[in-house]
C-alpha cells in the first residue's frame, strides 16, 4: 500500500473473502497441522500428556509463575480463575466494558456465586484510584457490603478498540488490590498482543498478579485452547474448578501442540496484524460518514464508528456483498479485527470497499 506497508503474506487459508470479523477465525496453518499430528499424547486428566505438559511448563516460565493449567476456552479460563480466588458472596472488581462482564454469561455469578463492581474506564482501561474506590467490604459496612476479594484488569481491552495498558497503571492497580487483601488477575486473551505492542517482557508485564489467562485461539492462531497461570496452590484449585466444570481432556496433546508452535511461531508476528489494523484505521477515519478513534488503536483492532446516520448492520450488509466481511458492537460502531490470514492486499481492499461505500453515500 505504502512504502512502510509490511510486504509478507501469512493467508495460508485460501479464501475469496477478507474476513475481518475476529482474529478467532483463523484457521491452522499447515506448520501448525504437522506439529498437532506428530504429538506425543497421554491422559492429561491423568496428568500424564507430555505435550499438554510442555506447554503448560512453558507458559508458566515465560510468564514467571509456577504453574499453569490447560483449559479448553479463554471463559473457562476466568471462570476457574474466578472460582478459585473467590468464595460465594464476594465480589469481583472488573472494567465495565470487560470480557468477564459482558461475554461470560454471568458466569462469575452462576459458578461462582459473586457480585460484581464495575469500574468505567477509558478506552477499557482503569485507574487505581477508579479501582481502590470501587472496592467494598462486609467489615464495618454493618454486614451490608460484599467483601471485594479479586480484581480482573483485562489487557488488551477488547471493548476498549484492542488498547494497552500501561506497565505503571498495571502495578498501581495490583497495589491497590494487594492493600485492600484482594487477589489480582489479568483476562490476558490476547496478553502477547499487548506485549508485542508495549515492549514489554511477558514476565514482567505481569509480575505482580496472582493470575493471568492466555488465549492461544485469537491472535496466536490456534484452533482450541486457553492456559491459566499462577501459583502452584491456586493451579492446584483451579485444577478442581476444571474438573468439576467439564474441563478435563483427555488426549489434548493434539491441541497443545498447536499452542507451542504458535508461541515458537505466532507471537512476534503479531506487529504485522498491528500495523496493518492501524492502515485501515488511518484510511477509514479520512472517509466521510466514518470516524475511528486513532489513538484508541494500538493493537490489532479498529472500531468504526458511523456518522452519517446509517446503522452498522446495514454497512455491514452493504460490504459483505463485496465480500469483506465485519461485526457489528452497537447500532453504530463496526469492529474489524486483523489476524495471521489477512494480508497486505486485503487491506487494500477493504479500503477500496470502504471508500467505495463512502462515495456512493455522498452521491445520495
Known sequence: MSDGYLGSAMREHPSDRVDLRSDTVTQPVAAMRDRMHAAEVGDDVLG????????????AAMLGKEAALFVPSGTMSNAVAIRAH??????????????IYIYEGGG????SGCSVALVNGVR???TAGDVKSAIRKAAGSMSHFPDASLICVENTSNRGGGTCYQLATLDEI????KDAGCASHIDGARLFNAVVATGVSPARMVQEYDSISICLSKGLGTPVGSVLVGGASLISQAHRWRKMFGGGMRQAGILAAAG???LDHHVERLAEDHKRAACLAEAVNGMAGFSVDLDAVQSNMCYIEITDGRSAELVIEALAKDGIDLLSIGPTTIRAVTHLHITDEDIERAVGTFSSFAHLALSE
Open 86 to 99: 473467590t468464595n460465594p458472596g464476594d465480589e469481583i472488581v472488573t472494567e465495565a466494558t470487560s470480557h
Open 260 to 262: 507451542l508452535y504458535a
Open 108 to 111: 462469575y455469578a452462576a459458578l
Open 124 to 126: 477499557g482501561v482503569m
Open 48 to 59: 500424564d500428556d507430555p505435550t499438554v505438559n510442555e506447554l503448560q511448563t512453558r507458559l
Open 174 to 177: 495490583a497495589a491497590v488490590a
